[in-house]
């Protein structure tokens, strides 16, 4: 059974950091592609950054660039989004997500794979 699970979610304050982390297992972590995506309430589901199978490739939203760092292990399959100078525009929930293959896309639908999501509150 294929399974991302994010962790390290929580309240941080404006200016503040969290790294959120991915487990995965039940896949060839090596050969996906992963990404993460964030869904603030009442709005539709956004790309913040992915990354290819090797780690070789990034690609970071505009809104996060300089903020938010991607990194993958895949000696212990997972994946992390180290965020930095927290907004409140950035509270939302974040997911993992997983698509096999070398191809990185920002699109979620290309994405076959998701995590429960955390939860990220940035108070003002």
């Known amino acids: 059974q294929v399974q991302l699970v994010e962790s390290g979610g929580g309240l941080v304050q404006a200016g503040g950091s969290l790294r959120l982390s991915c487990a995965a297992s039940g896949l060839t972590f090596s050969r996906y592609a992963l990404g993460w995506f964030r869904q603030a309430p009442g709005k539709e589901r956004e790309f913040v950054a992915a990354i290819s199978w090797s780690g070789s490739s990034i690609y970071n939203t505009d809104s996060v660039k300089g903020r938010c760092t991607i990194s993958r292990d895949n000696a212990k399959n997972t994946v992390a989004l180290q965020m930095n100078s927290l907004k409140p525009e950035d509270t939302a929930v974040y997911y993992c997500?997983?698509?096999?293959?070398?191809?990185?896309?920002?699109?979620?639908?290309?994405?076959?794979?998701w995590g429960q999501g955390t939860q990220v509150t940035v108070s003002s």
């Open positions: 997500a997983a698509r096999p293959g070398i191809i990185v896309t920002t699109e979620a639908y290309e994405y076959d794979t």
